[in-house]
DNA sequence: GCGAGATATTTTCCAAGTAAATTAGATGTT
DNA sequence: AACATCTAATTTACTTGGAAAATATCTCGC
């Protein structure tokens, strides 16, 4: 059984067998197999009435415990600052999110979960990491710690490297 | 040396140490390599002028070495009608893609690389695939090949699966 | 040959993201 | 204290993408 990225890669072996087309091999899969997983995640989330971005945020407040300030939720969710004053403007209105604006410093605002979005984000977590698993479910328990592993071990030579050759 | 994502697993272990994080694990360093690969590209895209979407676009039509038409292009691309609709557009302005409209059913249009389209993908994807060999570098190769090979199950597994669960 | 539907593409309208400008407040230097 | 400079957050202007409607054309059954 052959994968959409196999198939990718015979047809170019077929017009450019010139080239090495292993980085496509590894890196067009992840970028499939990424997608395909946010498209199933979005659906899920789609139910509850929640965008992905939205529930990032939701899913940093909870895990960090307590408060965070817009410019450090947007560090979190890897988004910009602006994208995280709209998201957070939205769930504010909705009631999951509450602002409070800092003492000694006027222009910081802590971001907090209310007790809603607590509940909120508790009830999503399990259900996306339950989809989650029967997305996976396909590997045994050992080949997908080894694959995380070695995801692992990717992203960190990712991060170093990308200081170097881009951001 | 630990990545985001095992920071970020950390941090829900301790607020929900009652939840089973593996697949966070796999598929939050899945994103995440994805999205970080997809910035290095899209700078070297950007350099040369072309967005990735655009890159896709000429990309597709290089390597089935012949025609296309919108709606195989949206297949091939992962893209929406409309998205390739406004692609290609710019793309026939910059002279980089040519369209013909097909004899016997005039609905459909047939979409091709003009000359300086394939000039332009023949010189781009080497330093495309240049810069990911690069990126995977911290790989030795056949970790690389198991890894590819790992994604690739996967990604049957999600092909299939996702049939069934969603689209 | 003529509707009734099916199909290919494009258009319209709207949601969401970014970069750059803006606002507002803090900090440091003289 | 006054000025320039830095920083946090937001706003603005613009771009891109998608869903659904619109358009144009084909096909089938009569």
Redesign the pocket.
Known sequence: MEDVVAGVVRQWQGVRPDLDLGPMAVIGRLNRCSALLRQASDALLGEEGL?R?EFDVLAALRRVGGEL???RLARETF??????????RVLEREGLVARRVDG??????HLSLTERGRELIDRLLPEQLALEAALLAGLDPERRDRLAAALGELLVTLEGRLGGLVG
Do not use: H, I
């Not at 910009?80 to 998201?87: C, D, E, F, I, L």
């Not at 000694?104 to 605002?109: A, L, Q, T, Y």
């Open positions: 965008t971005p300030t817009p410019s988004a910009s600052g602006a994208a995280v004053t709209k998201r957070v000694r410093d006027r222009r910081v605002v």
